[in-house]
């Protein structure tokens, strides 16, 4: 008799999130759909994420795979998990967050509606670290720089028209545990991208919705936890956001073949973020580092013009930074 191959694989990685793991288990556990695995992912916590997983939930777990060191990388784990699953499709569930009870069954639907359909997601609410709502109104107001109706109701659109018209320019999806994957779709493009730390999501639903389809369900179904993010701060200031990010908009530009006006509305999209976090909550990027995105944003963007705008910005935001040293805030 053949063994039962559950229909989705629910991959959980953990770094030192014990005090939510309760919470995220639980809304999982209590999911109306019920065919499903659990793979729990721990990257080498320092707290008690492990015995309490043991403890508690190991009688509910497929895999319980504890690394010896920290990868420092989430989508190694992502790829880990990916790669233990059963599943047709893959539900990978961050540490952190929880979601609401019919979270599988609604997205199950959603990306059951066609075989070509590669991922859904869902609307996606930040909550602070005692689950509570930050702001109900951020997603809707975050996209709305695309569209101010399009996520106000479930769709299903091509992936390389997502791509081109909005994913391509931000990252809509704000949150992998608001995301269903088709695991075909996921192994057809090697899995995520491992060389990337910040946009590495990005990357790969981009990837995913170049040869397949995406739907989207507009219920607020995924609470995203908001908390002290170390990594974000220092990816910003030694720049690694802003290289990946150059490199998410090369691949998109080269793989969707982004015509003049794209690739142009591309290069003030990265004008924009530049601005927008040479002095920020995240800190300030030092003179030195703000003439090597100088360099770096030129090697991407070597038209004439181009670099007649990158000079405009270095000139802006090296008075930016220099205030920002010398002046009290």
Not at 111 to 133: F, K
Not at 145 to 156: C, E, G, M, S, V
């Amino acid at each position: 008799m053949s063994e039962h191959l559950p229909r989705v694989s629910v991959v959980i990685p953990n770094y030192n999130y014990a005090r939510f793991l309760e919470q995220r288990f639980q809304s999982i556990l209590d999911q109306t759909y019920r065919d499903f695995e659990i793979i729990f992912l721990d990257d080498a916590s320092t707290d008690d994420s492990v015995p309490l997983v043991r403890d508690r939930y190991a009688r509910y777990l497929r895999h319980c795979v504890v690394n010896t060191s920290n990868t420092g990388n989430p989508f190694v784990q992502w790829n880990r998990g990916a790669h233990l699953a059963r599943g047709e499709f893959i539900w990978i569930a961050e540490a952190d967050d929880y979601c609401a009870a019919n979270f599988l069954e609604r997205m199950l639907a959603a990306i059951s509606q066609s075989p070509r359909i590669g991922l859904a997601h869902c609307h996606t609410l930040p909550v602070d670290g005692n689950g509570v709502s930050l702001d109900d109104g951020f997603y809707l107001r975050y996209v709305s720089t695309l569209d101010k109706q399009r996520w106000n109701a479930d769709f299903l659109a091509s992936g390389a028209a997502e791509v081109r018209s909005y994913l391509g320019k931000k990252n809509t999806i704000t949150n992998v545990s608001g995301v269903l994957f088709r695991h075909q779709a996921l192994a057809a493009i090697g899995y995520a991208t491992e060389t990337m730390r910040m946009c590495g999501d990005w990357l790969t639903y981009c990837r995913l919705l170049h040869d397949y389809d995406v739907a989207y369900v507009s219920e607020p179904m995924n609470f995203h936890r908001q908390h002290q993010a170390k990594h974000t701060q220092n990816s910003v200031l030694d720049l690694t956001y802003f290289r990946e990010f150059l490199d998410v908009q090369h691949y998109i530009a080269s793989a969707f073949t982004l015509d003049a006006a794209e690739r142009t509305a591309a290069f003030k999209r990265f004008l924009g973020e530049w601005d927008r976090l040479t002095v920020s909550h995240y800190g300030r990027i030092p003179l030195g580092s703000v003439l090597k995105l100088a360099n770096m944003a030129s090697s991407y963007y070597p038209g004439l013009g181009e670099r007649v705008h990158v000079a405009l910005h270095l000139g802006a935001n090296l008075a930016k930074s220099a205030t920002a040293k010398w002046l009290p805030a």
